[in-house]
């Protein structure tokens, strides 16, 4: 009877420990809220990039690519970031959270901007 209670309880903590775990990785995300994805920006003027970011483990601060180059680090959770100008055409813009050593978590967002 006590072996049925001992594996019993082994079964609720696992189950416990794998639902709790799975809300934290599910409310984890990167979102980039402006620009949207697919609108375009004026050649010529900054590019005003909104973002909030809710961390997974491991996880240090982020970093913003424009078209898979680094353009600068982002220390905030929730805060906005100027880019240079774009020059005309399509670009992809990306925030990845990093760990200390820098090293993508695999964190990501990312969308796509035209320029014109």
């Not at 079964?11 to 979102?31: M, Y």
């Not at 402006?34 to 809710?54: E, H, Q, R």
């Not at 990093?98 to 978590?105: L, P």
């Amino acid at each position: 009877m006590r072996s049925k209670i001992i594996c019993t309880s082994c079964a609720l903590l696992t189950l416990g420990v794998a639902l709790w775990g799975s809300n934290v990785l599910a409310d984890a995300n990167v979102k980039i809220t402006s620009p949207a994805d697919g609108s375009k920006v004026k050649t010529g003027d900054p590019v005003n990039v909104v973002y909030t970011i809710t961390p997974n483990p491991g996880g240090d601060h982020s970093h913003i690519y424009v078209n898979g180059k680094e353009a600068g680090i982002l220390r905030k959770l929730k805060s906005s970031f100027s880019l240079d100008p774009l020059p005309v055409g399509t670009h992809t813009l990306c925030v990845k959270v990093v760990n200390k050593g820098h090293a993508s978590i695999g964190q990501e967002s990312c969308i796509k901007v035209t320029s014109n």
